[in-house]
Every structure is written in structure tokens, then in C-alpha cells.
């Protein structure tokens, strides 16, 4: 086993007690101390480090126990940004939150549909002004998010990447990370939306699918609170076997095969798409075993549709509506960007 050096253990501590510090919206030297295991010493090291970087900053002394009152610190809110990029059907809407999470400005970077690589240019372009002083934000972004509508086929956030090396056609993200130079995430809003209110209310909620009605049918399972991945994605394409009333458990399609999917699922009426969807949800519970059922989407009868199916399915699983995203969303999402990567910030020297 290799021996870290002392330059990745004070690095290891550093990003530690950052952690600490960008948990609590306030805490001091000695809390961070007793809460992470490491000496005062070792403590105060780092943080004199985060805030000769800029990364953090002390403020008003806190409650004293009985001697001197401590030094309170935060992550200072301006500096850097973590932009979250909307990717709808309508449209494409670009927001910027602070450090803490905060909404610092909304941006509308097309009111029509975006994809491949006019969707690619518009993000670029943007986060490139954002990195240029062009915005009012801090230049410094530290992280993008995208949140796509959850019925938008992947062959349209798939991209033409041309290097002075190769050309391939690669994901939207892995895009963006090579051309803005920074972490890219990516989710599908109504899913995000669902996830981020069960782990914030309902955390006996464990093992659910989430189906998806739009254009396309999809759906999303979640197992002992894990995201199940099929074929790298972790989205399942169930437009044809809805159309068809039969799930073989691996749903593949073409970009022309899911465009004729796309179009005969307009013709279906309410009913025959909770009697199909049925079907397929009895089919799917011979892989997934799932207690919960959440369904949402973009189309007309949704209410009707969820009632019909839930009828099929007296006690388990429970059918249920899924809500509409809220603005809440984009905020924790942009915490979330964060939280996974603040180890890039620590840069010790």
C-alpha cells in the first residue's frame, strides 16, 4: 500500500474541514474540531488556508460556553457559482446560484427547442460569458447541472465533439465538461423533483418506480433508495412496450424507432394508456419489487389515467400522482453539484 504523503494528508484534511464548514451555515474552529476528530491545531491550519484562498470567511463571534466567544465561518457566498440549465421541450432557461445555494439570476438561452450541438453551443456560450465577467455572478463556476425534461429521447442530448485529435458523437454532459472544463451533472426534472421530496419527507419510501408520460413513456426505478442502471442509463424507454402491452425487461430503441413510438402514443386515448401501462406494470414487478408507484408527465387525463391504473392495483403497489417540480428544485440541485465536488476547490500550495 502506497504511503500518502504529507502534501495528501493536509489536502485530505483541508477538504474535510471544508466539508464541515459548507454543511453548517455557521460553525466555529472548535465544533469542527470536536465533530470531525481532528486536532485544533490541525483545524486552524486549514482554515487559515480556505481563507487565505477566498473560500472562506470569518464572521461575528459566536456564543461564548464560559471563556472567550469563538470565531464563527462560512463559505463565502461570492466565491464561485454552480450554474443549473432547464432543458424543456419549450424552451431552454439558464439559473445561477450562489456558494449557499442561493438564486442570484435567471437567463432565458432559447424559447424554442434546443439539441445536439445548437443545445451544446447555447450552454457553452453562456457558462464562457458567465467565466468572462459578461454576467453579474461570480466568474468562478464551480459546477453545471442539467435538468431535462424527462420525455426528451437521449438522441437528442447527444452531441457531434470534434477535438484536433478524433471527432465522435458523445453525451450532452461529457460535452460540456470537456468544453467548459468543469464537473457536469445531469437529471430529469420530474424525477429529481420526486427523489429530492422523498429523502426530504418520506424516508420510508425505499423501493418505487417512477413512470414518466409525455412524448415518450419512461421509467425510472429505485431499489433499497438506489437508482437502477440499464445499459448505462438509468432511465427505461417503455414507449413501445406500452404501445405494445408487453416488457421484456430491457426496452431499446432507435432514434426512428422512438419517434414512431412518440407519435402513436398521441393517438391513445386515457384509457388505453392506463390499460396498457397496466400491463406493463404488472410485467415490470417480476424484476423490480417495488411497493410504490409514483406517475407524472406532460399530458392530458393524467388524473384519470393514475385513478385507472390505481384501480388495478387494490394493495400493492400504491399508484399514486406525482407532483409538478417546484422552484426548490434548482436550489438543491445546485447544493447538491457542490457538496460533490468541493474537494476540487481545496488547492493546497
Do not use: W
Amino acid at each position: 500500500m502506497t504511503k500518502k504523503s504529507l502534501k495528501d494528508v493536509k489536502v485530505n484534511n483541508t477538504a474535510q474541514v471544508l466539508e464541515y464548514i459548507m454543511k453548517n451555515e455557521q460553525i466555529s474552529r472548535i465544533e469542527i474540531a470536536e465533530k470531525s476528530g481532528l486536532s485544533p491545531s490541525t483545524v486552524s491550519q486549514a482554515v487559515s488556508l480556505l481563507v487565505e484562498q477566498g473560500l472562506v470567511e470569518e464572521l461575528c463571534a459566536g456564543e461564548s460556553t464560559g471563556g472567550r466567544k469563538p470565531i464563527l465561518l462560512r463559505v463565502r457566498p461570492d466565491f464561485g457559482c454552480i450554474v443549473t440549465v432547464e432543458i424543456r421541450r419549450n424552451g431552454v432557461e439558464a439559473q445561477i446560484f450562489d456558494m449557499t445555494g442561493n438564486l442570484l439570476s435567471v437567463h432565458e438561452l432559447s424559447k424554442r427547442k434546443l439539441s445536439g450541438n445548437g443545445l451544446l453551443d447555447a450552454v457553452t456560450g453562456f457558462v464562457k460569458s458567465v467565466k468572462r465577467g459578461e454576467v453579474q455572478a461570480p466568474d468562478h463556476v464551480i459546477g453545471i447541472g442539467l435538468l431535462c425534461q424527462d420525455d426528451i429521447p437521449e438522441y437528442d442530448l447527444m452531441t457531434e465533439f470534434t477535438t484536433s485529435i478524433s471527432s465522435d458523437v458523445i453525451r450532452l454532459e461529457t460535452a460540456l465538461t470537456s468544453s467548459c472544463g468543469v464537473p457536469v451533472k445531469k437529471e430529469l426534472i420530474n424525477r429529481y423533483h420526486l427523489d429530492y421530496y422523498l429523502k426530504t419527507v418520506d424516508a420510508k419510501c425505499t423501493d418505487y418506480a417512477y413512470i414518466n408520460i409525455g412524448e415518450r413513456v419512461t421509467a425510472s426505478f429505485v431499489l433499497n433508495k438506489t437508482l437502477v442502471h440499464s445499459t448505462g442509463d438509468s432511465v427505461f424507454d417503455i414507449s413501445s412496450a406500452v404501445l405494445s402491452g408487453n416488457y421484456a425487461g430491457d426496452e431499446r430503441q432507435t432514434a426512428a424507432g422512438a419517434a414512431f413510438a412518440e407519435k402513436a402514443a398521441r393517438k391513445f386515448t386515457a384509457e388505453k394508456l392506463a390499460e396498457q401501462l397496466t400491463q406493463v406494470l404488472k410485467s415490470a414487478l417480476l424484476f423490480f419489487p417495488i411497493n410504490d408507484v409514483f406517475i407524472g408527465g406532460q399530458i392530458e387525463g393524467l388524473d384519470h389515467i393514475v385513478e385507472m391504473v390505481s384501480k388495478e392495483f387494490s394493495f400493492h403497489p400504491v399508484i399514486r400522482k406525482a407532483g409538478e417540480p417546484g422552484g426548490s428544485v434548482n436550489s438543491a440541485f445546485a447544493r447538491q453539484i457542490l457538496a460533490e465536488n468541493y474537494r476540487l476547490l481545496v488547492n493546497y500550495r
